[in-house]
């Protein structure tokens, strides 16, 4: 089976980034055989950044979609968006890759099920 996640919001502010990210590792640690792609779209391409610090005992998602990418899902991000908020692929943690609305429009169509945050 086939999922996408599709991320909106922003990193921290919300908690949607952050509950997306765990059922993202929910699902990969309870059924392996899912095959997983997370899109981060709008403010949630800022989700993609390496370097991120946060307070001991607050949530990472750096560290969440690290995590996710190491198991073998795929971890796409909005080229458009990043250009707005001023990222590059560099600026990306290991495992993310920058994409277009064409790839998310093609992973979309073969999705079984597309679950959107």
Do not use: W
Not at 51 to 79: D, I, M
Request: include cysteine; aromatic fraction near 6%; charged fraction near 20%.
């Amino acid at each position: 089976m086939k999922i996408l996640i599709i991320l909106n919001d922003p990193p921290y502010g919300t908690e949607r980034v952050y509950n997306g990210l765990r059922l993202a590792m929910n699902l990969q640690k309870q059924h392996e055989q899912v095959e997983l792609s997370v899109f981060l779209l709008g403010d949630a391409a800022s989700a993609a950044k390496s370097g991120q610090q946060t307070p001991n005992g607050y949530y990472n998602v750096e560290r969440q979609l690290a995590s996710v990418a190491r198991k073998g899902a795929k971890v796409l991000v909005c080229g458009t968006c990043m250009d707005a908020r001023g990222l590059t692929q560099a600026d990306l943690l290991e495992g993310a890759s920058r994409s277009t609305m064409d790839e998310l429009t093609q992973e979309t169509v073969d999705a079984d099920k597309v679950l959107v945050f």
